[in-house]
Nanobody
Framework: QLQLVESGGGLVQPGGSLRLSCAASGFTLDYYAIGWFRQAPGKEREGVSCVCSSSDSTNYADSVKGRFTISRDNAKNTVYLQMNSLKPEDTAVYYC????????????????WGKGTLVTVSS
């Protein structure tokens, strides 16, 4: 069964850090572009970051550039999102998703999705 499972969410104070994990089972992440997306209450889902399937090329939403870092550990079949200097506006459910053989993470064109992990940034 093909599955993505996110973990690492929680409550953190403004300025704090969290590391999200996206673990795959049933398929190998090496061959997939992996994207992190988020959806805040009452808002549309938006792309946060993407890492290519064939290289370590990455991209980020302007709102998280310089604060978030996406990385992959192929040996663990896991992709991470390191989030630093968190702000209240980063509060959202964070999802990871996979798209085969791609360097592109379209919001509505991914092949597989996880169920999400909640990140709350509040004092």
């Amino acid at each position: 069964q093909l599955q993505l499972v996110e973990s690492g969410g929680g409550l953190v104070q403004p300025g704090g850090s969290l590391r999200l994990s996206c673990a795959a089972s049933g398929f190998t992440l090496d061959y997939y572009a992996i994207g992190w997306f988020r959806q805040a209450p009452g808002k549309e889902r938006e792309g946060v970051s993407c890492v290519c399937s064939s290289s370590d090329s990455t991209n980020y939403a302007d709102s998280v550039k310089g604060r978030f870092t996406i990385s992959r550990d192929n040996a663990k079949n896991t992709v991470y999102l390191q989030m630093n200097s968190l702000k209240p506006e980063d509060t959202a459910v964070y999802y990871c998703a996979a798209r085969r053989a791609s360097c592109y993470c379209p919001n509505y064109g991914m092949d597989y999705w996880g169920k999400g992990t909640l990140v709350t940034v509040s004092s």
